[in-house]
């Protein structure tokens, strides 16, 4: 069955440091893979997504790369903030097909 | 633009009252979907549809029924309450079915408790 695979521990990182977060996928073929932000007591927001053609795609400080060989996509914050503090969740998918989502993976960023 | 809005934003029934938890989007979005999240269970999709008049089963559909007369609007209904609801919904509409134009767009959600 198909598998979306994020850390479920929290990662904590100081200020100004680059934050990195995994997205492992299985028994998926996605042409399309999404990133959302969720704050405490609230919906999520829609981030960023990304082609399977394009490999990298970047909006101010984050950096998404997609690796369909792998599986796997990487989210990157650059020059963390506190702001940044959410949790990430992901969800690949073929485009024709209702949203899958990751459990996500809570990101700390402590002054 | 308002995007997704829900009503009521916290809700406490009883076992076995019903109720129905609104959605309303000024998007002119066709496709709309409810999920339910609980901790450690991630977001699981309910109910979705696709247009007016449209609508199919998610993941967990027992115990929800939902209906599409127009396009802004996608209530869910909860037929008989039971403690397994209590959850906390969101709505989502985007322009297509994989969100492949500009993502979903999730409502604040409605935290729901049955006792």
């Known amino acids: 069955s198909q598998k979306i695979e994020q850390n479920s521990e929290a990662l904590n990182i100081q200020e100004g440091k680059t934050a990195t977060l995994t997205c492992n996928y299985t028994?998926?073929?996605?042409?399309?893979l999404q990133w959302y932000r969720q704050d405490p007591g609230r919906g999520p927001v829609f981030l960023l997504l990304i082609r399977e053609n394009e490999k990298e795609k970047r909006k101010e400080r984050l950096k998404v790369t997609f690796d369909t060989t792998l599986k796997q996509s990487l989210f990157h914050i650059t020059a963390s903030q506190p702001a940044d503090s959410a949790t990430y969740l992901c969800a690949p998918n073929s485009g024709y097909s209702t949203l899958t989502f990751g459990k996500g993976t809570m990101l700390l960023v402590s002054p | 633009n308002a995007g997704v809005t829900q009503t009521p934003k916290f809700q406490v029934l009883k076992t076995g009252q019903s109720m129905t938890l609104q959605c309303a989007q000024d998007m002119n979005h066709e496709y709309m979907s409810w999920y339910r999240q609980d901790p450690g269970m991630g977001l699981r999709l309910i109910h979705y549809s696709v247009g007016a008049g449209i609508t199919d089963q998610g993941e967990v559909p027992n115990g929800y029924n939902v209906s599409r007369s127009t396009t802004e609007d996608f209530p869910l209904r909860l037929l008989s309450a039971a403690p397994s609801q209590t959850s906390v919904y969101f709505c989502a509409s985007s322009s297509d079915r994989g969100g492949t134009g500009y993502g979903y767009t999730f409502g604040s959600g409605t935290r729901l408790t049955v006792v």
């Open positions: 028994n998926y073929s996605p042409a399309y």
